[in-house]
């Protein structure tokens, strides 16, 4: 090695040194200027919520829309300046490049989405559920894996603030030895679509599941369940096939066990009127309640759009109402919430296999509809949420 003198010494080291620096800089700006570029899939009502929220993250970047309606397409595209448009998931896939796909369609049609994005590379969030079976949503997790690609689903109640008050409240023992809970969310039913209504559809996935995310985030696994499903209404006229035969399930109850001998019901329907409407504003009742030896809670307002929590507990009986602000969640926020974990790889409250067991609860609990019978579950996922 040649001998170098000080001076020379030093002057490669600032050299050095300098160069060290710009590459660090150069990469805390790639950083700080990276986004997650998305591709949606799905430009109908679900749209106009996700639209605004990702639009609006830091951590987004809106590439693309894709819907078989290519109108709709187009008109979100003009609306939130989206500057790729398709007509088929093939061309959105094939054209401008994205990192994630948000999956807004027909529920019936996510598991079949799902696959082709994750095929193609694409991680994946999809809409509640990611797939139309448990063992369905087991092979896109699996498929993910072993690609290194990422599959989330909706709901993302988890994220609450309430949801975080009474997680940390059952935790800590506040309640006692829990003992049972319940939740309901229902409203007289969808006007703008079948598929609701259809094979694949029905009350369970897109009410009941915000409830089922709930409980066993609080609560954890269920080990068993045992339902009833019914249909109230077998006809019913919609926006865009007029009068249709009611398939899947507009009326369910759910009872739930879980660890510790805890019970927990879930009731969800389309035949419910509710006087604060498909929205939920102003709802200022309990939708939620957990019960056990030294004190009970409840959820004011809907789990995907709460406004605090009264908790009673031996200590204080008088309810206490705690956490009335949600802060900034809000129900449409998982795919923005994802992004930011893909950049900053951590993860989040959300995970997969949460939104796999409660597929797992609703085909389960259908099949015991069916049967009459008791069904045990193998499914399961990280808990405590916190």
Known sequence: MKNLSRKQFLQQSALAGAAILLSSLEAVAAIENKKIRVGIIGCGSVSGQYLPHLAKS??????????????????????????????????QLAGAPFDLLVNLTDMQEHGRLNKIALTKGKHVWSEKPMANTYKEGKALLEQARSKGLRIWGAPAVVNSPQFAFMSKAIQEGKLGRLAAAHAHYGHEGPGWSAFFYEKGGGSLPDLGVYNLATLTGLLGPAISVVAMTTIVTPERTVDNKGKIKVVAEDNAMILMEHTGGVLSHVQSGFNYFDPYGHGGKGQDRHTISIWGTKGNMGLVGYDWAPFGVDLSTMDSPTPVRHVPDPGSYVWQEGASVISASLLEKNEPLISPEHALHVLDIIESARASSQTGQKISLQSSFRWPIC
């Open 58 to 91: 830091p951590h987004v970047e809106l590439v693309s829309l894709c819907d078989i309606v290519v109108d709709r397409a187009k008109n979100r595209s003009a609306e939130f300046n989206v500057p790729n448009v398709y007509d088929h998931i093939d061309k």
